[in-house]
């Protein structure tokens, strides 16, 4: 995800505006060591256009593109 945000031009601390949280916390997330609730994942897809399965890569099904989380 970390990488998604970088080619686009959009820093983690834009990130960290747009979801009301600490720029650390965004590291953590981008960096897949926070969970990212629906809420935020809803918050992202809306405001930057990041496919779902950038955010949960090993939460979606294989060609399905079903979310089994």
Do not use: C
Not at 29 to 40: G, W
């Amino acid at each position: 995800m970390n990488d998604w945000f970088k080619e686009r031009g959009i820093g983690q601390e834009q990130v960290a505006a747009t979801l009301n949280v600490s720029v650390s916390t965004v590291s953590r997330i981008v960096n897949y060591k926070r969970d990212l609730s629906m809420r935020r994942a809803m918050i992202l897809h809306t405001e930057y256009g990041i496919p779902f399965d950038v955010m949960y890569p090993s939460q979606l099904s294989e060609g399905e593109g079903v979310f089994v989380r």
